[in-house]
């Protein structure tokens, strides 16, 4: 699937310096594929969970809804890391 990909990426670097460098290509395709997928569906596992225990208690959503706005602009997009620090029922 990367196979192309990481070829053409692999052949532009000095690989003597890199620890997979008796690697098949395919084989690290298959490694960064593995990857990707294994990220995406832990991810959504995690907010699928998070996002139930949600729904279900609808008086702990309020709760965090409310820590939400105490921490400063709502309508600002930019919801980062240091932001969900700030906020007790999260950490």
């Given at each position: 699937m990367f196979d192309g990909l990481i070829g053409d990426?692999?052949?532009?670097?000095?690989?003597?310096?890199?620890?997979?460098?008796?690697?098949?290509?395919?084989?690290?395709?298959?490694?960064?594929?593995?990857?990707?997928l294994a990220g995406t569906d832990t991810t959504a596992s995690a907010?699928?969970?998070v996002f139930y225990h949600l729904a279900k208690?609808?008086?702990?959503?309020q709760k965090l809804v409310e820590a939400i706005q105490e921490i400063g602009d709502?309508?600002?997009?930019?919801f980062?890391?240091?932001?969900?620090?700030?906020?007790?029922?999260?950490?």
């Open positions: 990426h692999l052949d532009k670097c000095d690989t003597s310096t890199l620890y997979f460098r008796n690697l098949p290509v395919q084989k690290l395709s298959d490694q960064v594929f593995l990857l990707l907010l699928t969970t208690e609808p008086s702990y959503q709502v309508s600002d997009p930019i980062d890391y240091t932001a969900a620090l700030r906020i007790p029922l999260l950490v």
